[in-house]
């Protein structure tokens, strides 16, 4: 009797462990050289382009992993920034200078 009530609690203990982990998200797919057609078919529409100084910066709404969430803020911002067409920087747009991030439309 006392088997499958072991077995049952431990499922559910899998099922909500695992729930707390976090694969890695679809903005570690991009790499450096991707078209933005290649980008857009990973990522999906960006919510914003913002043409900067030659390059077209793309902004995605990332979910952060679960144990960098914050109560209230789930998500980070990330960018993918486009030269000739192609990707040549991408990552978490707080790591941007501040000259450069003013002029992006998150």
């Not at 077995?7 to 050289?33: A, D, H, M, N, Q």
């Not at 990522?43 to 992993?65: I, N, Q």
Request: charged residues 20%; glycine residues 8%; hydrophobic residues 35%.
């Amino acid at each position: 009797m006392r088997l499958p009530y072991l077995t049952l609690c431990l499922t559910c203990l899998t099922f909500w462990l695992s729930g707390c982990s976090s694969g890695p998200s679809r903005i570690e797919s991009v790499t450096e050289g991707m078209t933005k057609a290649e980008v857009v078919a990973v990522l999906g529409e960006p919510r914003h382009v913002s043409p900067v100084a030659g390059s077209d910066f793309l902004t995605y709404k990332v979910w952060r992993s679960f144990w960098r969430r914050a109560p209230g803020n789930y998500t980070d911002i990330h960018y993918v920034k486009f030269t000739n067409g192609r990707v040549v920087q991408y990552g978490d747009i707080r790591t941007l200078p501040e000259s450069t991030r003013s002029k992006i439309t998150e």
